[in-house]
């Protein structure tokens, strides 16, 4: 079945930036159903719930209680299920470790969040109009940290 739009789950413990995350997308017009989860247990859950259409993108915060994004990111990586999903890792850290790890586990790309709203639009645009086919068969760390 061909869906007319992109299916994204936020994970993040932070309400704001769940908020900030929701509002940027109702102005960007691109056609997008925004879910968000608040801890790495909600979103496990949610993602394996037999009613759950699978998402396209999963924009996944680093730190969260409960259950981090790396465990999530470790399980979604470790299940067959979930091999199409673009994970986005979502983090306020940019520490060179963080990137390392998340990059040999697998996940699409990584994203500093933006302290601007207009940046924080700008870089959701670009996330979500990747052609995630072409990227994803030349992955490579240079084009693994988003910079804008």
Not at 50 to 77: A, Q, Y
Not at 85 to 93: C, F, G, L, P, Q
Not at 103 to 130: C, D, M, Q, R, W
């Amino acid at each position: 079945m061909q869906k007319d739009f992109i299916l994204i789950t936020l994970a993040d413990d932070d309400e704001d930036d769940r908020l900030f995350f929701t509002d940027a997308f109702e102005e960007l017009k691109i056609n997008t159903v925004v879910n968000t989860v608040n801890d790495g247990v909600a979103l496990m859950n949610f993602l394996n719930a037999p009613e759950t259409i699978l998402p396209n993108i999963i924009f996944l915060d680093l730190n969260m209680p409960l259950k981090s994004g790396i465990e999530c990111l470790k399980e979604i990586k470790a299940n067959p299920k979930f091999k199409d999903i673009v994970i986005a890792i979502y983090s306020t850290s940019s520490s060179e470790e963080d990137i390392e790890n998340t990059f040999v586990l697998g996940a699409n790309i990584y994203i500093k969040k933006p302290n601007h709203f207009g940046k924080l639009k700008e870089v959701l645009s670009e996330v979500v109009t990747l052609n995630w086919q072409y990227i994803t068969s030349g992955l490579n760390k240079d084009n693994f940290l988003l910079r804008m």
